[in-house]
Each structure stands twice: as C-alpha cells, then as structure tokens.
C-alpha cells in the first residue's frame, strides 16, 4: 500500500496558470484646425478681404475644428479687434456687456460660447474678446466640427464715408484665433487649465 501511493504523489502535477498584460504607450496630442467661409474665393480659408460698404453683410463663420485622434480638450477663440480706439469713437457701446464689438458680428450664441471678458492693448491699440467652448471635447475618433463663433459680419448702416475711411486709415481688421488645451490634469479647473495655457504658449 505505501509503495502505491508513493508512485500516485509522484505522478501529480500543479494546476497553474500564467498570463501577461503589455503595456504600450503613444504620445497624446491636441490638435485644431480653424477655418471660415471663402468669401473672396482665393481658395484661402483663413483669410478674407472685404469692402467697407455701410448696411452691407458679409458671411463670415469662424469655425474650430477638433482633428481625429485628439484627446479631450478645453476650447476657446480668441477675437482681436484692430484700431480699436477709433471703433470705440464711432460705435457707440451696447448694453450687453460686450461692448461696441457685437456691432459688427451677428449669429453669436452665448449659450454654446461663453464670453469671458476682454483685455486692451494700447500699444497696438487692439482689444481681444475671449470666448470658451461651453464643453470640453474630444476628436479621439473621428473629426469634431464646432458651431461657428459667429456667422457674419456686418458693417453698420450708421456709418458715414468719414468714419469708414477713419476705420480703413487705422488698419481696422478683425482676427479669430483658435487655442486648445487637454483637460487631464485640469478636469477640476477650466481656469487654471487657461492659465497654464497662457504660461506655455504667452498668449
């Protein structure tokens, strides 16, 4: 009987198991694409020209774009008004907070971009207008096309011939800037996500 079951321990083998989890990692990234429509059809999408007629309406739509494979972001633009002094002289301020600037631009939706303020610079005599993204986004899988900041630009029928060529003479121009940043490390705080932003890029 001992001899037999010597031989039965001898032949058991352990129930094991091994597995293996690899670990890769890719560099993340951020990207953005910012474009209107053509108007003067130079087949630029990043830049118009336009007359300064009084009463006329132009279609202008900056419109940010999240590129495919980016990983979630805070969004915002950023619009710099040129020859500022001399726009806030002829255009008198409106009673929403956002001074002379909604004047020239029609189809905003403060519901989807939220305005944040605005910062004057007097050595080149502009005033920038900041707008967030009301959500962050993602473009992991595919393109996200966001809803343009504004959808046109108007040049006031009050406006006389003085005024439009005190305009033209100062270098007025109005220029949309497009930023971007992720959201991990900032899901807490949109702010300092901006602020970190700015120590990064200076803008």
Request: without cysteine; proline residues 2%.
């Amino acid at each position: 009987i001992l001899i037999a079951a010597g031989s039965v321990l001898g032949t058991l083998a352990f129930m094991t198991s091994t597995d293996t989890a690899v670990n890769t990692f890719t560099v993340g990234k951020v990207e953005i694409d910012l474009n209107e429509f053509d108007y003067d059809g130079d087949d630029d999408t990043k830049k118009n020209e336009y007359h300064l007629i009084p009463g006329t309406e132009y279609q202008k739509d900056p419109t940010i774009t999240v590129k495919q494979g980016s990983e979630e972001a805070y969004v915002r633009m950023i619009i710099t008004v040129y020859n500022h002094s001399t726009v806030k002289e002829i255009i008198a301020d409106t009673d929403n907070g956002i001074e002379e600037f909604t004047d020239f631009l029609g189809g905003m939706d403060s519901s989807i971009w939220t305005y944040k303020g605005s910062t004057e610079n007097s050595d080149d005599n502009t005033i920038s207008y900041e707008y967030r993204y009301y959500k962050p986004v993602s473009g992991l899988s595919a393109d996200v096309e966001l809803e343009p900041l504004f959808d046109k630009l108007i040049i006031p029928d009050t406006l006389d011939g003085d005024e439009l060529l005190a305009l033209y003479d100062g270098g007025f121009r109005i220029d949309v800037e497009g930023h971007a940043i992720q959201t991990a490390g900032f899901e807490d705080s949109e702010a300092k996500a901006w602020e970190a932003f700015s120590d990064q890029t200076g803008k």
